[in-house]
């Protein structure tokens, strides 16, 4: 796939930009291509104007229609898409129910739940199944984005989760779509620890947890249209033509993953190598072989064997680890950090229940007609308001770590408060008012909770942040708290009860991000562009995608 990546970017990047080359790419060049990914060190013997004005990620020419807000509007379809997955699993059209026998009569099941014979247990198991590929691989991709482009590693991660989407509409069994939803997560793990350090690069300095807000606004109002999209096609096709929907509709987005011209991270320079690849890469022999010197296939051929020898291999891996634990000791040094994702681990343990179990809970209750629908109405609306507010009011009021802390504690303190009371009330019409106050306060956290994960941590480490920061929220959040709810809802066989105990976890989130307002924090986002990179490079630093960039010129 790395090849075929490589090709369909360079039969792309000739054709967008035939007219500025002053010839084509001689056979070297391409050769060049096919080894090494757009994100890698220009090949040494291309003048300028030709290959490494496209293969380049320091953004030296940008795309002529890839602008920032282009930029937010595609990754907020693919965090809307993610998540769309989320809530059409978890809809009744989808899940369904299991067989049921009362007094010798039996009403056949529906959905994965009833297709299956899945018990409760079994059924929340599944819902974060998806969980154990994406804890995985999230570390991972955010090793990787040290060494190779991040916007291409997205697009790999987008390749897997359009297969492993496509794979649950054909499981046929509980352990064959368990597996396609742990590959669903390993597919979602590179976009969800670098997509956010991209925006928060290309955002407007007043407006960088707007935007934010804009991109994590998705995550409610996926949930929520995937629970109508659910209900819907799992009521009228199938819940198999569900996933196959979800994977045709990713599918343009993994083909722009790579072809479009890719971009660097603040902290990361992929145009610069030390013999990566062997003499003919390698920077210092650049003008050596613009005087005539050349390698050819041979010798390339000879190179690759010593390069990727079993033990070469050995000593890359055991290096990524060593750099890997030394990056994470810093990461767990950094107080506001830890405290930060104490928070959201808390938090994210009761939105989890909530999002899988919230259309049962509130069908056994209040005898909801269209659980799905309403729920995913009440989501749709709150999430996004909510999410968007607390955005905009942490620029409105300055963003800092510590104005942050204070959103956090006081919006989770009194949503949890409207979310308790709400079920509290025996009828529907006091529920839905308190519960929609409730989410409104609740989701405006989404915004702060990521501006901090990604500002108290110098820009290198910013992958790494967000990538540790969701293993965290998951393995302790959302991953246990699924089948953990339905465990207990087996043992006491009661939503109310059930649903009022997962809510007061909230007022713990709350304590957390509360502690965080007396921590003393440094926001150091700019901490390695002023440190770390030489002042030569720092002067020729500007803003990925600059929209001014043009008029500026002119």
């Known amino acids: 796939m790395r090849y075929f990546g490589s090709w369909c970017g360079a039969v792309f990047i000739i054709w967008a930009d035939r007219k500025k080359w002053p010839k084509a790419p001689t056979a070297r060049e391409l050769l060049w291509w096919l080894w090494e990914p757009p994100s890698a060190t220009t090949p040494p013997d291309v003048e300028a104007g030709g290959l490494d004005a496209s293969t380049s990620g320091a953004a030296d020419e940008k795309p002529s229609w890839f602008t920032p807000k282009r930029l937010l509007v595609m990754f907020c379809l693919i965090n809307m898409l993610n998540y769309v997955d989320r809530g059409a699993i978890a809809s009744n059209g989808v899940n369904g129910s299991r067989q049921s026998c009362t007094g010798g009569t039996c009403t056949s099941g529906s959905g994965i739940q009833g297709d299956f014979n899945l018990n409760n247990f079994e059924d929340g198991v599944l819902s974060s199944a998806f969980m154990v590929g994406l804890l995985i691989a999230s570390p991972i991709f955010a090793s990787l984005a040290k060494i190779h482009n991040p916007f291409r590693l997205i697009g790999v991660g987008l390749l897997v989760w359009t297969i492993a989407t496509a794979g649950c509409g054909c499981s046929f069994d509980f352990w064959s779509i368990t597996i396609c939803r742990m590959l669903v997560g390993v597919g979602e793990a590179s976009f969800i620890s670098l997509a956010a350090p991209f925006i928060d690069d290309?955002?407007?300095?007043?407006?960088?947890?707007?935007?934010?807000?804009?991109?994590?606004?998705?995550?409610?109002?996926?949930?929520?249209?995937?629970y109508v999209y659910g209900g819907l096609v799992g009521n009228s096709l199938h819940w198999r033509a569900a996933f196959w929907g979800e994977s045709i509709l990713m599918l343009p987005f993994v083909i722009l993953g790579f072809v479009i011209k890719p971009?660097?991270?603040?902290?990361?320079?992929?145009?610069?190598?030390?013999?990566?690849?062997?003499?003919?890469?390698?920077?210092?022999r650049q003008d050596e072989t613009k005087q005539g010197a050349s390698i050819g296939v041979d010798g390339l051929a000879e190179t690759l064997p010593h390069k990727f020898s079993i033990s070469?291999?050995?000593?890359?891996?055991?290096?990524?680890?060593?750099?890997?634990?030394?990056d994470m000791k810093e990461l767990l040094q950094e107080k506001v950090y830890v405290i930060n994702v104490l928070g959201y681990i808390s938090y994210n343990f009761v939105i989890g229940a909530y999002s899988y179990w919230g259309p049962k809970a509130g069908q056994d209750i209040y005898n909801m007609a269209s659980a799905d629908i309403m729920f995913g109405g009440i989501t749709i609306v709150c999430g996004i308001f909510g999410t968007l507010s607390g955005g905009f009011i942490l620029d409105k009021i300055d963003s800092t770590i510590s104005n942050a802390f204070k959103l956090l504690s006081g919006a989770t303190f009194l949503g949890a408060i409207f979310?308790?009371?709400?079920?509290?009330?025996?009828?529907?019409?006091?529920?839905?008012?308190?519960f929609s106050v409730g989410e409104l306060l609740v989701f405006a956290t989404q915004a702060p909770v990521n501006y901090v994960c990604l500002h108290c941590v110098k820009p290198s480490l910013r992958p790494l942040s967000m990538a540790m920061s969701t293993v965290a929220i998951h393995i302790f959040g959302d991953v246990p708290s699924s089948p953990l709810v339905g465990l207990l809802q087996d043992k006491?066989?009661?939503?109310?009860?059930?649903?009022?105990?997962?809510?007061?976890?909230?007022?713990?989130?709350?304590?957390?991000?509360?502690?965080?307002i007396f921590v003393r924090s440094?926001?150091?986002?700019?901490?390695?562009?002023?440190?770390?990179?030489?002042?030569?490079?720092?002067s020729n630093l500007r803003p990925l995608l600059d929209e001014n960039e043009e008029a500026r010129a002119s």
């Not at 971009?263 to 690849?277: A, I, P, Q, R």
């Not at 979310?419 to 308190?434: D, V």
């Not at 009860?497 to 957390?512: E, M, Q, V, W």
Request: aromatic fraction near 16%; glycine fraction near 6%.
């Open 202 to 226: 290309n955002a407007p300095a007043a407006q960088k947890t707007a935007w934010l807000a804009m991109f994590y606004m998705c995550i409610p109002t996926g949930i929520a249209v995937g």
């Open 263 to 284: 971009l660097e991270l603040k902290g990361f320079n992929h145009s610069v190598k030390t013999k990566e690849y062997g003499e003919m890469l390698n920077p210092e």
């Open 419 to 434: 979310c308790f009371g709400a079920f509290c009330f025996k009828s529907l019409y006091g529920f839905i008012p308190f």
């Open 312 to 326: 070469s291999f050995g000593k890359k891996v055991l290096t990524e680890i060593k750099h890997f634990m030394k």
């Open 522 to 538: 440094v926001d150091r986002f700019n901490e390695q562009s002023e440190h770390d990179v030489p002042a030569v490079e720092r």
């Open 492 to 516: 006491i066989h009661n939503w109310r009860s059930t649903a009022l105990t997962l809510t007061s976890i909230l007022f713990i989130a709350a304590i957390f991000w509360f502690i965080g």
